[in-house]
């Protein structure tokens, strides 16, 4: 009985420093807490800056609000009827939390996954559409083409 009692005991105290070291760790982690007007600053700083290198135009109007939500002119992500844009937005998104997330320390889900793009970022006449081959050169601007859209948010 009195090794039963002992390993008890022991077990007891092992109890005690465990819950003494989580409520250390609590408090500790409880007194480094950001304010959630704080993450959306920090966040916003991401997400623009992000935006600002993918090339699309009239970057006006571009936050996230308290629910998470991105916004690009000023229209909600889930309101934008542009796929191609959606799905820059959608990269952006993850791009901007797991940036966030390398400097703060968290959790991001492991899944991502993403569509192929579409062709109406940086609008050009399609070889298809036209017959004329020089009016399909000349409405394609290297700048704003799909293909340098989509290769910047790689480089981002």
């Known amino acids: 009985y009195k090794r039963q009692v002992t390993d ?22 409880t007194e480094e807490l950001k304010g959630l007007d704080e993450v959306i600053i920090e966040l916003n700083d991401i997400y623009v800056g992000y935006l600002n290198n993918t090339g699309l135009q009239k970057n006006f109007g571009a936050y996230i ?16 009827s542009s796929g191609g844009v959606r799905t820059i ?8 939390r797991l940036h966030y997330l ?6 991001l889900p492991t899944l ?14 399609r070889l298809d ?3 004329d081959l020089k009016v399909y050169e000349e409405s394609v601007d290297p700048e704003t083409s799909d293909p340098v859209l989509y290769l910047s948010l790689i480089h981002i």
């Open 8 to 29: 008890i005991d022991g077990s007891v105290e092992d109890k005690k420093s465990l819950v003494e070291k989580i409520k250390r760790d609590i408090k500790k982690i």
């Open 65 to 80: 609000d308290k629910k998470f939500s991105l916004f690009f002119r000023d229209i909600s992500y889930y309101n934008i």
């Open 89 to 96: 937005l959608s990269i952006l998104s993850f791009l901007t």
């Open 129 to 131: 559409e036209t017959s």
């Open 112 to 125: 991502f996954m993403l569509d192929t793009p579409g062709q109406n970022i940086g609008r050009a006449a």
């Open 102 to 107: 390398i400097l703060n320390e968290g959790n």
